[in-house]
Structure formats: C-alpha cells, structure tokens
Nanobody, 116 residues
Framework: QVQLVESGGGLVQAGDSLRLSCVASDSTLNRYAMGWFRQAPGREREFVSLISGRGGSPYYADSVKGRFTISRDNAKNTVYLQMNHLRPEDTAVYYC?????????WGQGTQVTVSS
C-alpha cells in the first residue's frame, strides 16, 4: 500500500523559513512526478509545486515562485519543499501527492502557520 508521510510544518513568523519533507513508502514511486499542494481554512486545495521523477523540471505556482524550492532525494524516497520568506497567506495544511499508474495518492498533511 502506498503511504506518503509529510513532516516539517510548524508555527513561524513572517519572513521565516521551513523545510517540509514527504517520505514515500517504497522506492518504486521514485519514477513518478510528485507534488505539493496546500489547503487553507475555507478554501479549496491548491497546487504549490511539482517535480519530475528524476528531480528535474520543477514547476511552481506563481504565488510561491522565487520563495519556495522543491527537490527530491530518491535514495531516501523523499521530496522536500524549502519555503523561504514565508507570508501569513502561506498558512495552510500542506500535502504531498504522487500520481502512480493506478491512482493519485495523498499524504495526511502537515500544518504550516505563519504569523504576521
């Protein structure tokens, strides 16, 4: 069974940084692109960033471009999201996902709260 486990969230002040991690349950997922999404209270889940299976071709939402960096370490089955210059509007639950051949899988999410 596919499992994705996020960690690294927390409460920070505006301008601070956080690094989120998403550990996949097995290495077979390394061939697939993986992404980060977020959902703020009362809002729909929105795309944040995406990275290819080999770690290239990162793609970002306009709202985080230049502040967030996605990367992956396939030896550790882990995808990271480095978040710099955090803003209060970045407050949300952050989820990672992977679109495998059979289904789209999600982690349980990690809360990021940015105070002004």
């Amino acid at each position: 069974q596919v499992q994705l486990v996020e960690s690294g969230g927390g409460l920070v002040q505006a301008g601070d940084s956080l690094r989120l991690s998403c550990v996949a349950s097995d290495s077979t997922l390394n061939r697939y692109a993986m992404g980060w999404f977020r959902q703020a209270p009362g809002r729909e889940r929105e795309f944040v960033s995406l990275i290819s299976g080999r770690g290239g071709s990162p793609y970002y939402a306009d709202s985080v471009k230049g502040r967030f960096t996605i990367s992956r370490d396939n030896a550790k089955n882990t995808v990271y999201l480095q978040m710099n210059h955090l803003r209060p509007e970045d407050t949300a639950v952050y989820y990672c996902n992977v679109a495998r051949w059979d289904a789209l899988y999600w982690g349980q999410g990690t809360q990021v709260t940015v105070s002004s």
